[in-house]
């Protein structure tokens, strides 16, 4: 039986990502590195978060913090299913996992565009006095100043790179799983045809009367008044094509008595006409 399941599972095509590798490598990379990298990034955020007790900061900034910490500590969560689905060829575990990458993927990319948003919009006046304050000691107050009202166009032009960079890795890994779920459903029921008893085929068979009993059709059609035929010299269903065809009276007509059956040797008793007991019933009820 596990050779015949191997047999099966050999005969499946294996898929490929990045041309030549097998999806089952890239499930186990992606799931180590998101459960490595949302672990880290997760307990970073939560860090900050605690550090709001002392140094408090704008309400919008601290709900980034913490969605930011919640997300990435998802994301580390949700990646031990499909490191452990990956190696135990489970596919349930693979699912739940590209569920979870998912489910990330869209609010990270919610989260994104308000961290985004939150980053170009120019600062509260009271940020940027406090900014003032901290390089008071800076020559070029008019550049000082301006960085402080909108910040540094370098630092912002990397962050939304890494976020864009991010979404697009998170995309292609999200195909990835899935492709590996599909090639462990395949297997399941590759496992399952092998497991499954064969039925065996038997011809048809069909049970019909015997060749003596059978009648034709005459060439009235199908309404028309049925030829009867008592011997093999005719065939049983129906003239042949350029065969002339013979109508032989019903015995019942003729008063004759219905033929001897060969082929069950016993004589079939004699009908009496209807027209006799007919009369007979008329004068009685007269």
Partial sequence: ?????????????????????????????????????????????WMQVVQFRTHPVELGDEIAAYVHASIFSLLGLLSIFGFVGSLVRLRGLVIAYSVGIAIHLGLSIASGIFNM??????????????????????????????????????????????????????IYAFFIIER?????????MAKLAAIMPQQPNHPNSYVGYPHRFSYGYSERGYDGRRSYYYDDRYPAYGPQQGAEQKEYPHPQQQHQQRPMSQEYAFTLPPQTPLTAGRNKDASNMA
Avoid: H
Wanted: contains cysteine; glycine residues 6%; negative net charge.
């Fill in 180 to 188: 590996y779920a599909e090639q462990l459903e395949e297997e399941e």
């Fill in 117 to 170: 948003y939150t980053m170009f919009k120019p600062n509260p006046q009271s940020a940027i006095e406090a900014c003032m304050n901290a390089v008071k000691d800076s020559e070029d107050l008019d550049e000082t100043r301006r960085i402080c009202q909108t910040g540094s166009a370098i630092a912002k032009g990397i962050i939304v790179a890494i976020y864009v960079i991010t979404w697009l890795l998170q």
């Fill in 1 to 45: 039986m596990a050779s015949t399941i191997k047999d099966f599972r050999s005969q499946i095509q294996t898929r490929k990502f990045c041309f030549c590798l097998p999806v089952r490598l890239g499930v186990f990379v992606v799931s180590l590195l998101t459960m490595t990298a949302g672990s880290i990034l997760g307990a970073i955020g």
